[in-house]
């Protein structure tokens, strides 16, 4: 069992900038590829971005691509996601998921491939 705990979500005006985070714990962090995902009100859950087990390799959906960065620090269990330019329509809950690593340039941009989930934090931008 892997546990994800998401923090650092909140208000935030339209072009402002937000740093998400996941702790991690239970097996083996490096042995997952990270991701992002996210739903709003209505909406269908959807892929945000993803990073391989050793942080080399990166996906982002368009949406989100040039304004987020996602990173992981091995060393302590943590997944972070930065969030810049921020827009109304980037209201959402935010998950991070980890799914079971499968080479460096694993990231899947599927929900199915992950197996585990983070309760959600929620994400605000005001117009």
């Known amino acids: 069992q892997v546990q994800l705990v998401e923090s650092g979500g909140g208000l935030v005006q339209a072009g402002g900038s937000l740093r998400l985070s996941c702790a991690a714990s239970?097996?083996?962090?490096?042995?997952?590829?990270m991701g992002w995902f996210r739903q709003a009100p209505g909406k269908e859950r959807e892929f945000v971005a993803a990073?391989?087990?050793?942080?080399?390799?990166?996906g982002y959906s368009d949406s989100v691509k040039g304004r987020f960065t996602a990173s992981r620090d091995n060393a302590k269990n943590t997944v972070s996601l930065q969030m810049n330019s921020l827009k109304p329509e980037d209201t959402a809950v935010y998950y991070c998921?980890?799914?079971?690593?499968?080479?460096?340039?694993?990231?899947?941009?599927?929900?199915?491939?992950?197996?585990?989930w983070g309760q959600g934090t929620q994400v605000t931008v005001s117009s």
């Open positions: 239970g097996r083996t962090f490096s042995n997952y590829a």
């Open positions: 998921a980890a799914a079971a690593a499968s080479g460096s340039y694993y990231y899947p941009d599927l929900a199915s491939r992950y197996a585990y």
């Open positions: 990073i391989s087990w050793n942080g080399g390799s990166t």
